[in-house]
């Protein structure tokens, strides 16, 4: 897959002999530089209730400038058309607010009405529904 600025090379890896989930990543490339700038892609996918987590990263150099949005879009509509899945689940600390704005554009909801903020490190669910997702 290509996009306006990113090449995305695909990364499959089958879950553990003792694990039902796979993993599908792709290596985000920079077409400029060809150097792997970051990754996105889905684990803990459960084929069996058509679901998986979203999971991205993005080297520093490149952040804030609109990359991860451009390279997650095709990414998810390749997981509700390729990989039939249901939902996207995305976990995300709360006090990471750029990536918080990031999935909210891409029409993430959270799934708690009030996370605990106090904590640093706590986790706020979110999930994007193949049914919401596809009416855009």
Known sequence: MKTERLRLRVRIRKGFNNWKFDFKFWDLIDKES???IGHCGFHTWDKSIQQAEISYGLDKNFQKKGLMLEAIRPIILFGFREMKLKKIEAYI?????PSKKLIAKLGFVAEEETPNLSNKNYIQYFSLLEADYTKN
Request: aromatic share 0%.
């Open 34 to 36: 060809k150097k792997v």
């Open 93 to 97: 600390k709360v006090k990471n607010l």
